[in-house]
C-alpha cells in the first residue's frame, strides 16, 4: 500500500462501506483460510498450487501475500491496488503447466479460476463476519457488498458478466459449477495442509493460529465441501467452538486488537492494515473506479518493487 503521505484517493470503495468494515475485521483471517482451503476445488488450481510448491515451502508466506494482495484492494488507494493487480497477472503469467486429471494445459489466469478464487474469497470472508463478527449486514450493505465485489473482480481476468452480484447469485454460481469440482490426492494434501500446516511449515504462531482457526473454517462448510473435501467433524465441535470464536473475536474486535492478532502472524497484510488505520486524508479525498485509477494513474504507478512485495507467489 503506498505510504500515508502520498495516499492517493480512498480506493475503490471508501470509508463507511461494508467491503472496509467486512475485509479489516479479525474475521478475515478465519474468512481466508477457507478460501484459500476452498481454492484446491477447483482442478486447474490444485495443479498450479501443487507445481509451484509455494505452500510448502512458505506457507505462512504465501498466506500473507495473497490476504495482503485481497486486502490492498479492498482499502488501498487505486494506484496501488492497480499496481498490485497487474505484477499478479504478471506473475501468473508464468503459471501454467499440465493438469494431471484432465490432462490439459492449465494456466492461474485462467477467467474460471480466477472467478473461483474470487468469489470463495469475497464469499468466504463475509461467510465468517456473518458467524463470527457481528452478524449478517444490513440489506442494503449486503447489496453494496456484492455490487463491490464485482467492481473488485474487475482487477482479476474474470468475465465480468459472470460474477455474481448478490447472495442468490453466488448460490447458484455454486449449484452451477459444482459438477466440476474435485479433489485429488495432491489436492487433498494442499488443503489439508493449509488448514492445519504443521510446525516445521512455518513458524510457531502460524502453526498454532492454524490449528485453532481450523475447525472454525470447517464449521462454516456446507456438508457436501465438508464431505468432498474430507474435512467432516462432530456438528457439536462447530457448536461449542462457535462461542469461543465470537468472545474471541469480540475481545479483539478493534483496530489495535485486529492489528496485534494480525501483525504478529502474518506481518504484511498487519502493514497494510496499520497503514489503512493511519492513513490520512488522501490528495483526491474520492473513490474512483479501476478504468478512472487506470487513466490518471498510468504513468505514476508504483514500482514493480513496491507492488512485487504483495503478490510474490
Known amino acids: ?8 484517493d480512498y480506493g475503490f470503495f471508501g470509508p463507511g462501506s461494508p467491503t472496509w468494515k467486512v475485509w479489516t475485521g479479525p474475521t478475515a483471517l478465519i474468512g481466508f483460510q477457507r478460501s484459500v482451503v476452498l481454492e484446491h476445488f477447483d482442478p486447474d488450481l490444485a495443479a498450479a498450487v501443487a507445481d509451484m510448491r509455494g505452500i510448502y515451502t512458505d506457507p505462512r508466506g504465501r498466506l500473507d501475500r495473497t490476504l495482503a494482495y485481497f486486502l490492498t484492494v479492498a482499502v488501498a488507494d487505486g ?13 501468473h503469467a508464468a503459471a501454467t503447466g499440465i493438469e494431471p486429471i484432465s490432462g490439459k494445459r492449465y494456466s492461474a489466469n485462467n477467467p474460471s479460476s480466477q472467478l473461483w478464487i ?4 469475497w464469499h468466504s470472508v463475509l461467510k465468517c463476519y456473518e458467524m463470527y463478527g457481528p452478524g449478517p449486514l444490513s440489506a442494503a450493505e449486503e447489496k453494496q457488498y456484492w455490487a463491490e465485489s464485482v467492481i473488485a473482480a474487475g482487477l482479476q481476468t474474470c468475465k465480468p458478466a459472470d460474477v ?10 455454486f449449484a452451477a459449477v459444482r459438477p466440476h469440482l474435485c479433489t485429488s490426492e495432491r489436492a487433498h494434501q494442499g488443503m489439508h495442509y493449509l488448514l492445519r500446516t504443521p510446525r516445521r511449515g512455518g513458524n510457531a504462531r502460524f502453526w498454532a493460529l492454524s490449528r485453532l482457526m481450523a475447525p472454525a473454517t470447517i464449521a462454516t462448510l456446507p456438508a457436501w465441501m465438508g464431505k468432498l473435501g ?5 456438528a457439536a465441535i462447530g457448536k461449542a467452538y462457535g462461542p469461543a470464536v465470537r468472545a474471541a473475536v469480540r475481545a479483539s474486535n478493534s483496530p489495535r486488537g485486529a492489528l496485534r492478532i494480525i501483525s504478529d502472524t502474518l506481518p504484511e497484510t498487519g502493514r497494510i492494515l496499520r497503514q489503512h488505520h493511519r492513513r490520512a486524508v488522501p490528495l483526491r479525498p474520492e473513490t474512483v473506479t ?4 487506470r487513466e490518471i494513474y498510468r504513468e505514476t504507478a508504483p514500482s514493480t518493487n513496491e507492488s512485487a512485495s504483495i503478490v510474490r507467489t
Do not use: N
Not at 230 to 234: M, N, R, S, V
Not at 290 to 293: D, I, L
Open 118 to 121: 474470487h468469489v470463495t474469497g
Open 164 to 173: 455474481p452480484s448478490s447472495r442468490a447469485e453466488v448460490r447458484d454460481y
Open 79 to 91: 494506484r496501488t491496488a492497480i499496481a498490485a493487480s497487474d505484477h499478479l497477472m504478471r506473475v
Open 1 to 8: 500500500m503506498a505510504d500515508l503521505a502520498t495516499s492517493q
Open 230 to 234: 474430507g474435512f467432516e467433524q462432530p
Open 290 to 293: 479501476p478504468a478512472q485509477a
